[in-house]
């Protein structure tokens, strides 16, 4: 089994209250490949200019990610700048630059093109769509947007909500895409508009799933230092994803499995700036944590 990811490569310059680092290797599609190669074959599906670091597509290749897709086109990659305060629960943007992925259309092989599971990561609507109508028989589709999305092509958004499995979202887009201030109103609402499931994501509170069969919560994984959230989400989804590929089923059992692997691949991911720790993670890491996590709920 393999999962194509569509979303975004980028050069990320993050400060949090433990450091800055500059033109880190990041990127939703990134971050996402990370937890979900630890269960299943990666097909990564992004452009990056010119000016992308050689070591950085060396890298991404050496974790055993299928590129073939990866397009690097002249002019510069996508770059992202943010800075945490406070609790570390939300990123203030302070700088937002295109570059190629301003003009990105999405191409994939004949054979990637009967890939049966898709994740649309953070990126356009307008090219999350290109990709899917080439596809040629999805099993599974989960979607993920931001709130720059919502707000801007929200029509082009609810529009792609009808031909996905799973959307997910965190607590502000998804009551910000349904107009619900309740999460369960508000998952029910982005069911309603063609979704069959939702995942809203609730950062140090955990996550909540929610179809017409069943509504299941899970806490976050307890971590004593948070470094740098950027790409936890991504990650969570990776974890997710990964998994529900790996199983080749989405019924309950299945679902809260791949929520718990979700949750602890996002612990990881905030203990480190940028890909730093996810990229030396192995499958037994993960099974550890999930074993402790599980401690959680004895009683």
Known sequence: MSIIVLGTVALDSVKTPFGRRTE????SAAHFSMAARLFT????????GSD????HMAFLRDKGLNLSSLSVDKGKTFRWEGQYEGDLNSALTLNTQLGVLSVFKPEVSEAQRKIEYIFLANVDPDIQEHLLTRMHSPKLIGLDSMNYWINTKRKALIKLLKHIDIYVANDQ???ALSGESNLIKAAKALCAMGSRMVLIKKGEHGVLFYNKKFIFSLPAYPVEKVIDPTGAGDTFAGGFMGYLTQAGKVDAAAIKKALAYGTVAASFNVEDFGLSRTSKLRRADLERRLSQFKKCFSF
Request: a positive charge; aromatic letters at 6%; hydrophobic letters at 55%.
């Open 24 to 27: 880190l290797l990041g990127g």
């Open 41 to 48: 074959r990666v097909n990564l599906i992004a452009i990056v």
């Open 52 to 55: 992308f670091p050689k070591k």
């Open 173 to 175: 887009e998804a009551r």
